[in-house]
């Protein structure tokens, strides 16, 4: 039987995970916290898991590799080179594992995401690479993990890495890395398709194989920009080997624990979308929508270890925000409510004016308002309102104290960071409107004045 690659999606991280099989056995790589996802597939597939392969030591999640090892007594493949304090089979460069006779896997040493990073090549039939963080598509895994101490020489090591894939490897090789799907671990916004990519399609569009050497460094460097505060957590819960996500429900609350929980400084975290929290929420919540990068924003701005408590319009949609907290550690919520606003507090409902650019540009004619951009500072270099004032999302907890006084409006990009950040502020005591609007599509077509990269530059 022909070999099958199945692809586990976790867009929340912009990661992928994959079960490969024979239909027979199956091996696979880099598998997130819930493993559950990976042996339904199993399942479904009539399969069973004999192998696991971790391509580096994670930064952006808790792996699910030493528990989905346990679970199903397959053997687990990670680095020689990787200090961990748990058993594994240590695999090196040029190593080849025998997982059927129709499946052969070859462990490629390719540094620069970490200086233990390995990428899998699948032997012996359609030439497939599982390239972990080192070749994504149009990009390459960010260099500047382990710290700053370390930033230089790994981008010259992840531009190597990146060639020797290309020159051993065959243009027809498919290329299926873990990151650069929308995940911070990507060095730079991938280009090209997000579904499928070559060695040969990288070869045109693959900065690490189109510019030299000197100029791919600098360029990386150049572009690096914050990432999640949670990652520095990561390494150390993989290395000690993770247990299984414990998904079973958490503790209901009533009025009166809510109460008690926000009056004693713990997170209520509001599941449900902008729009429907902004027409009436608990006083003092914060607002981390499902429908976006929910774990990555709430997991880089909440001061670590903080109790969280998950509102949820449905036992269905606190599941899924525990699911995936339990992919970057945060493994039990202190406690849950579902329903509506006027089930969770006795007091009147807060509201958060919400506008867009157009209003926006019309207001400032008639009376003095803050514009807060909460953008990332690449995409404030890029381009910004004229006058706007600078605070990051990921800034927002702990510098609340430069939110200027008066009138608040705040944007970022789409809509989903700025209610984040509104929320905070919000509950500060702060007079807030957030622009849920298009900034690249409606800042400047409503006639607001811009500053461009250039004349940031020239500034």
């Known amino acids: 039987m022909a070999t099958t690659i199945m692809t586990l999606e976790t867009p929340s991280l912009g ?118 963080g080192s070749l994504l598509f149009g990009s390459t895994g960010r ?23 290309a020159a051993e490897l065959s243009d027809e090789t498919k290329v299926m890395p873990t990151h650069g799907f929308g995940s911070f671990c990507a060095a730079t916004s991938a280009g090209g398709s997000t579904t499928a990519s070559t060695i040969g399609q990288e070869r045109l569009i693959n900065p690490a194989l189109s510019q030299d050497e000197a100029d791919f460094v600098a360029d990386t460097l150049a572009g690096l920009d914050a990432y999640p505060a949670y990652y520095v957590h990561m390494g150390p819960a993989n290395a000690a080997g993770p247990s299984a996500a414990d998904l079973s429900e958490p503790q209901r609350a009533d009025k009166s624990e809510l109460r008690r929980r926000l009056e004693a400084g713990e997170w209520l975290v509001d599941l449900r979308t902008r729009t429907t929290f902004a027409a009436g929420h608990v006083p003092g919540t914060f607002n981390f929508g499902l429908d976006g990068q929910f774990a990555t924003y709430l997991g880089w701005l909440i001061p670590w270890g903080t109790p969280i408590t998950l509102l949820g319009e449905s036992r269905a949609q606190v599941a899924e925000a525990q699911r995936e907290l339990s992919r970057i550690g945060i493994d039990r919520p202190a406690a849950a409510a579902t329903g509506r606003p006027e089930e969770w507090t006795d007091a009147p409902l807060a509201t958060l004016p919400s506008a867009t650019f157009a209003d926006l540009a019309q207001v400032r004619h008639h009376r003095n308002v803050t514009v807060l951009d909460v953008r990332r500072a690449s995409e404030w270099r890029e381009a910004h309102i004229d006058g706007a004032v600078h605070l990051p999302i990921h800034d927002i907890v702990t510098r609340m104290d430069e939110v200027p006084e008066g009138e608040v409006w705040v944007h970022c990009a789409s809509g989903y960071r700025a209610s984040i950040a509104a929320s905070l502020i919000a509950a500060t005591g702060h007079r807030v409107v957030v622009i849920d609007d298009s900034f690249d599509r409606s800042a400047q077509a409503a006639g607001l004045p811009m500053v461009s990269g250039a004349q940031a530059a020239s500034a």
């Open 15 to 132: 990661d992928r995970s994959y079960l490969v099989h024979d239909g027979e056995v199956a091996f696979v790589v880099d598998p997130q916290r819930d493993i559950d996802r990976v042996l339904g597939a199993a399942v479904k597939a009539g399969v069973r898991i004999t192998h696991v392969f971790e391509t580096h030591i994670h930064n952006d999640y808790v792996t699910g590799g030493y528990a989905l090892a346990s679970e199903t007594d397959a053997a687990y493949f990670v680095n020689a080179q990787d200090e961990v304090s748990f058993a594994r089979t240590p695999i090196r460069d040029g190593d080849v594992v025998a997982v059927s006779p129709t499946m052969r896997v070859r462990a490629m040493h390719t540094p620069g995401h970490t200086f233990t990073h390995l990428s899998y090549v699948l032997e012996g039939g359609e030439p497939v690479v599982f390239s972990g």
């Open 143 to 165: 260099p500047d993990l382990l710290g700053e101490a370390h930033t230089h020489d790994l981008a010259h090591h992840q531009y190597n890495s990146a060639r020797r894939l």
